[in-house]
């Protein structure tokens, strides 16, 4: 089931890392079925590693919330509520549709044109990228926030983001969306270079849609 991650030149923190990426991938692939218990001692002959590291990688996924503790049971993978999924993903769009709204009127000239940059970047990503859409997603998210002129919100949107963490990665398993989702934020920024913020809002709110649809058409909840 696992792949095996050596660790003898490594120090725990960057074996955790490894361990954590490893059981996050069988888990957003279906290979780890929500509810499984996951058995340390089984997991740390498997992967050639400590009882450390591995409860390190543990805490890294609960704090996705791809893993769940239960006195006396231990470690689980997480079985993904659909409210979970509305809750987190309505209350993202409410907040960075209002982000992309107030970029529109306090961002600067210069500031928008390197928003713009990203544009450019992301309609070039091919569908195969994923880490690279990974990375550009986060800037394009992270930078609208900020963009806002509002540090509170701001705050509230990156708190969003990182809880958000494993419902980003199972939308983008299917290729297609990030080649949707690449047109989508071009069609966000470049509202926000014309200084339309009623479109601004309604490309962002259509974005975020989509991609929480996404997430309900993975195999976590089929």
Same mark, same amino acid.
């Given at each position: 089931?696992?792949?095996?991650?050596?660790?003898?030149?490594?120090?725990?923190?960057?074996?955790?890392?490894?361990?954590?990426?490893?059981?996050?991938?069988?888990?957003?692939?279906?290979?780890?079925?929500?509810?499984?218990?996951?058995?340390?001692?089984?997991?740390?002959?498997?992967?050639?590693?400590?009882?450390?590291?591995?409860?390190?990688?543990?805490?890294?996924?609960?704090?996705?919330?791809?893993?769940?503790?239960?006195?006396?049971?231990?470690?689980?993978?997480?079985?993904?509520?659909?409210?979970?999924?509305?809750?987190?993903?309505?209350?993202?769009?409410?907040?960075?549709?209002?982000?992309?709204?107030?970029?529109?009127?306090?961002?600067? $000239?210069?500031?928008?044109?390197?928003?713009?940059?990203?544009?450019?970047?992301?309609?070039?990503?091919?569908?195969?990228?994923?880490?690279?859409?990974?990375?550009?997603? $986060?800037?394009?998210?992270?930078?609208?926030?900020?963009?806002?002129?509002?540090?509170?919100?701001?705050?509230?949107?990156?708190?969003?983001?990182?809880?958000?963490?494993?419902?980003?990665?199972?939308?983008?398993?299917?290729?297609?969306?990030?080649?949707?989702?690449? $047109?989508?934020?071009?069609?966000?920024?470049?509202?926000?270079?014309?200084?339309?913020?009623?479109?601004?809002?309604?490309?962002?709110?259509?974005?975020?849609?989509?991609?929480?649809?996404?997430?309900?058409?993975?195999?976590?909840?089929?």
């Amino acid at each position: 089931m696992f792949s095996i991650i050596e660790s003898n030149k490594e120090d725990n923190f960057s074996t955790a890392e490894n361990i954590a990426s490893e059981l996050r991938r069988l888990v957003l692939s279906g290979t780890l079925k929500p509810g499984t218990k996951l058995k340390e001692e089984e997991i740390c002959k498997q992967l050639h590693v400590s009882r450390t590291p591995l409860r390190e990688a543990f805490r890294m996924l609960q704090s996705e919330r791809l893993v769940t503790y239960t006195r006396y049971v231990g470690v689980s993978v997480a079985e993904l509520s659909a409210k979970f999924v509305e809750d987190n993903w309505d209350l993202r769009t409410m907040l960075e549709s209002y982000a992309a709204k107030q970029v529109v009127f306090n961002a600067t $000239k210069e500031e928008i044109e390197e928003l713009y940059k990203l544009k450019k970047i992301m309609l070039d990503i091919q569908p195969n990228e994923i880490e690279k859409f990974e990375e550009y997603d $986060k800037k394009f998210h992270l930078m609208i926030a900020h963009l806002s002129g509002n540090s509170e919100l701001e705050n509230l949107i990156i708190k969003m983001w990182n809880n958000s963490l494993s419902l980003r990665i199972i939308a983008v398993q299917n290729e297609k969306r990030i080649t949707s989702g690449c $047109k989508e934020h071009g069609a966000v920024i470049q509202a926000i270079y014309e200084r339309n913020a009623k479109k601004a809002v309604k490309y962002m709110q259509e974005h975020l849609d989509k991609a929480k649809a996404d997430i309900f058409e993975s195999h976590l909840f089929k």
